[in-house]
């Protein structure tokens, strides 16, 4: 069965840049039916909605974000990425890679977080 | 930006009992709305999407309603794997979660 993984450093110094990368097995990063989003929850807190990427390489932020986000994917490792720049301790959180399902309510484009990672938890300290 | 609000913020029940909880938006969304599970120390596990359809593999015993700016999730039965948090999330725009719903055992 598919399934997504996190990897990346577990501590980011303030001002520094932090990159993960999601790596896809048992299933297609270029799956038209599916995004691939990256969520996190800070501490104490409900998930949050970063962005996602399209298999075309399309991207959509989460606005007060997009400013230091950046989102890539690579079909040929089956792994999708991200790169958040300018971290502060507010940046602190679990992150998880999500496949996220494209689906049509009422006629409008829809998604739902239908397969996570198991989280991978950054911690921005000096 | 659409705010969205659950409550209880928690509630305390006893196994076998029937638990409602309740989303409210402040912006009309029709049924773009899902659901979701997330026990201590896991990932949220998506129950219900487009206000009322059973995500495959979730436990009928979950099940939600609702339209516009009001919505529900009932969970019928209670088991010991249902106490945790469960969110609410837009489905259409900004993908906004809820605050969630702490369900603790009595």
């Known amino acids: 069965q598919v399934q997504l993984q996190e990897s990346g450093p577990g501590l980011v110094k303030p001002s520094q840049t932090l990159s993960l990368t999601c790596t896809v097995s048992?299933?297609?990063?270029?799956?038209?039916?599916?995004?691939w989003s990256w969520i996190r929850q800070r501490p104490e807190r409900g998930p949050e909605w970063i962005g996602y990427?399209?298999?075309?390489?399309?991207?959509s932020y989460k606005s007060s974000l997009k400013s230091r986000l950046m989102l890539s994917l690579d079909t040929s490792r089956n792994q999708f990425s991200l790169r958040l720049a300018s971290v502060t301790a507010a940046d602190t959180a679990v992150y998880y890679c999500?496949?996220?399902?494209?689906?049509?309510?009422?006629?409008?484009?829809?998604?739902?977080?239908?397969?996570w990672g198991r989280g991978l938890l950054v911690s921005v300290s000096s | 930006d659409i705010q969205m609000t659950q409550s209880p913020s928690s509630l305390s029940a006893s196994l076998g009992d029937s638990v409602t909880i309740t989303c409210r938006t402040s912006?009309?969304?029709?049924?773009?709305l899902n659901w979701y599970q997330q026990r201590p120390g896991e990932a949220p596990k998506l129950l219900i999407y487009?206000?009322?359809t059973l995500q495959s593999g979730a436990s009928s015993r979950f099940s939600g309603n609702g339209s516009g700016t009001e919505f529900v999730l009932t969970i019928r039965d209670l088991r010991p794997e249902d106490f945790a948090t469960y969110y609410c999330?837009?489905?259409?725009?900004?993908?906004?979660f809820g605050p969630g719903t702490k369900l603790q055992i009595k």
């Open positions: 999500v496949r996220t399902r494209i689906g049509v309510t009422e006629g409008n484009i829809t998604t739902s977080f239908d397969l």
């Open positions: 048992g299933g297609s990063v270029d799956n038209a039916g599916y995004y």
């Open positions: 990427i399209y298999y075309t390489g399309s991207t």
């Open positions: 912006h009309f969304i029709s049924t773009y």
């Open positions: 487009a206000a009322s």
């Open positions: 999330q837009d489905s259409y725009g900004a993908l906004h």
